[in-house]
């Protein structure tokens, strides 16, 4: 560019204060804005306005090949920088991309259209659009790859009471009737459908960009989903019960052997003060001990962690435990009180218990002596 051009050009930014956007190909770009009236738009090093100027708000960038221009306090325009032409008009930016630091923690942009009031994905790095396909996309950032590595492209979309999963624009669960919901903390989603059934996607296999049919989807009765994975999915087949373990049941939820309650609650934490702290070795100050109700041939009881009757399936009722560590049970219509551990404040039902353990397996097939 030659001195008299560039002066012109300083000349020009200094009348409209100029402020640079970015770079592409050579070219440098800047939004101005008019003393006067308050305008804005787009000049390049050039010194020639790509765009009219028009009464706006100062909020424009650029993002790799992809100039955004504010046109009013909600809505864009984007014009491809290697063509100058605008891609999209007066779309509004629900979800902006983010590769602060090289780290994609957002790669796309989520766009609303602007007439047809729907939304899509744009990705800048590559150009690549959805389309203005869903009424709602939610993006799902903790799902792990067969080696470990978390899939940030991954993307809950729906549309007119279907849903889908999308990763990389391409319908990984293909869209159906049903909301589907990601299973926290692992790399499994769940579908429900019209009748209320649900179906269990594990995405086990190394290469994520398969369609479902390459993986095992389960369809099931219900499922409830734990708050953390500490504890286990509660699976209901075929009016049976089994709870799962996030990192290990995903082969043993075919197995229909694996359902063997009638009913299961989810399973509560109890912490109990350590009365002999200075005593004991570990000098905590409480111990933590985990329950679930269990119903088994219509009678009630109580596991720990690791599926193990600790209170046995004999109770016609059962309650939650209470601040004492107490549940309060009902057998042969006789109301008793027993502790996480199993022991009753009747003489005869605890000698009812007693028998149950010694002569009974328990429910994970163990006889226990």
């Not at 090093?45 to 504010?70: Q, R, T």
């Not at 983010?98 to 994609?104: E, F, G, H, L, V």
Request: charged fraction near 30%; charge should be negative; aromatic fraction near 12%.
């Amino acid at each position: 560019m030659g001195i008299l051009k560039k002066l012109k050009l300083r000349l020009k930014l200094i009348r409209y204060h100029g402020k640079k956007l970015g770079e592409f190909n050579g070219k440098v770009f800047y939004s101005v804005r008019a003393k006067k009236n308050a305008e804005y738009g787009v000049i390049d090093n050039h010194g020639n306005m790509l765009y009219d100027m028009v009464k706006s708000h100062d909020n424009y960038f650029v993002d790799e090949n992809f100039l955004f221009m504010a046109i009013d306090i909600s809505h864009y325009d984007v014009v491809d920088l290697r063509t100058e032409e605008k891609i999209f008009t007066g779309v509004e930016v629900l979800e902006r991309a983010d590769r602060s630091n090289n780290i994609q923690s957002k790669p796309y942009y989520i766009l609303k259209s602007s007439l047809s009031k729907l939304i899509g994905l744009f990705n800048p790095a590559s150009g690549d659009f959805s389309g203005f396909s869903y009424d709602a996309i939610q993006q799902v950032d903790i799902i792990n790859d067969y080696y470990g590595n978390p899939r940030k492209d991954v993307y809950i979309a729906s549309s007119d009471g279907q849903s889908c999963v999308l990763t990389g624009f391409k319908e990984f669960i293909p869209m159906g009737k049903g909301q589907i919901q990601y299973v926290n903390f692992s790399n499994r989603f769940v579908r429900k459908k019209e009748d209320g059934r649900k179906i269990i996607y594990n995405i086990i296999a190394p290469n994520i960009e398969l369609t479902p049919n390459d993986y095992n989807a389960l369809e099931v009765d219900n499922i409830e989903i734990p708050e953390s994975n500490i504890f286990p999915l509660i699976i209901t087949k075929n009016n049976k019960v089994g709870l799962f373990d996030f990192q290990s049941y995903d082969d043993k939820i075919f197995d229909s052997s694996n359902y063997i309650y009638d009913e299961a609650h989810p399973y509560q934490t109890i912490i109990i003060d350590n009365p002999n702290k200075s005593a004991h070795k570990s000098g905590r100050d409480h111990f933590v001990k985990m329950r679930a109700a269990v119903k088994i041939d219509g009678k009630w009881g109580y596991i720990d962690f690791d599926k193990k009757e600790v209170i046995p399936c004999m109770f016609d009722k059962i309650s939650d435990f209470d601040e004492r560590h107490c549940a309060t049970a009902v057998i042969n219509k006789k109301q008793v009180a027993i502790d996480v551990d199993g022991k009753c404040n009747d003489e005869e039902i605890s000698q009812l218990i007693d028998e149950y353990f010694t002569g009974h397996k328990a429910s994970n097939g163990i006889e226990i002596k």
